[in-house]
């Protein structure tokens, strides 16, 4: 039992999940303003044009309400995440692709495998030791 409780610790203080949860924990803040945003700013401005509150719009049939304007309302809240959403993941491509340029950038040399020191990448004979080298991929 120790064993298992030990093992849920592990699992619960590694980075991933710990991001996860700060992540949630953003997340649902984020939705409390843009949810704010629509029902406090979008919905009475587009009440204008109805005459009345967006969100307070409702269908009445055989006695039923059908709420279409909080259903809009919840919409609109989804357009606004998902746009965040994806501006973010740009965002976050951008900055892993700028990470990779760096890294092909800075592999410009080898290490030579006789006197260890660093050659040209496309060197095919050591300027130190001036032995043969071997056909190696970059990064080898």
Sequence with gaps: ???FFDEFKSFLLKGNVIDLSIAVIIGAAFQ???TSF???IISPVLGIFAKNDFSNLVWSVAG????YGAFLTAVI????MAFVIFL???LVKRLKGLKKEQAKEEKKTKTCPYCFTDIAIKASRCPNCTSALKEQLPGD
């Design 77 to 80: 809240n989804f357009v606004i």
């Design 88 to 90: 973010m993941l740009k």
């Design 64 to 67: 039923v309400e059908i709420r």
């Design 1 to 3: 039992m120790k064993k």
């Design 38 to 40: 629509t029902s406090d």
């Design 32 to 34: 409390a303003i843009v």
